[in-house]
């Protein structure tokens, strides 16, 4: 996951704010003992209606046999300074290589993994939703753990769609 890497060591002032380079949006890392994991998207409001429309409906990725709604998860959001152009969106880091990352290592699950991967793409074109982006570095695995909290192999991944910085909506017909 492009992410991780910086959430290894702690940090040593404890809490930090750290902007990462990438087309799209602009994006802040936050760190630290209480916001560890945590991801701000500056996107375009228009944008964020499209990714809650994905993430808010529940029933419907339930329907395509979810456990879990398979979209990279809002915590918050909150206005920008530059008003009506952009609003901050808070976003958990899904703790998993991409599928991409994983593909290189193994095959895995691979059928699974692309079974799942499908059924998002479908979905979000049901929906209507152009994710404006969607590569195997945009898809992450999160995978059930063992008692001890490690990840357990011996069931597929969950996979997630993420990085909706560019997503936008078709008009219904």
């Known amino acids: 996951m492009l992410f991780k890497h910086l959430y290894i060591k702690k940090h040593p002032q404890g809490f930090f704010r750290k ?46 046999g979810f456990e879990i709604v398979p979209v990279e998860p809002i915590v918050g959001i909150k206005p920008s300074k530059k008003g009506i152009k952009e609003v901050h969106v808070f976003t958990r880091v899904i703790p998993g290589p991409s599928v991409a990352k994983w593909e290189e ?32 570095n945009n898809f992450v695995l999160y995978f059930h753990r063992t008692p001890d909290g490690k990840a357990d192999l011996s069931k597929p991944p969950m996979v997630y769609v993420i990085d909706f910085d560019q997503a936008i909506s078709s008009p219904s017909k």
């Not at 991801?39 to 419907?60: D, G």
């Not at 699950?109 to 982006?133: N, V």
């Open 19 to 64: 902007q990462f380079e990438k087309t799209g949006s602009g994006t802040t890392l936050l760190g630290g003992e209480l916001k560890e994991r945590v991801i701000v998207r500056s996107i375009e409001p228009q944008t964020l209606m499209s990714w809650k429309a994905a993430f808010e409906n529940r029933e419907f990725w339930k329907a395509k």
């Open 105 to 136: 290592a193994t095959l895995l699950w691979k059928q699974e993994i692309e079974k799942q991967k499908k059924t998002i793409i479908d979905g979000l074109a049901e929906l209507k939703i152009e994710h404006g982006h969607l590569h195997d």
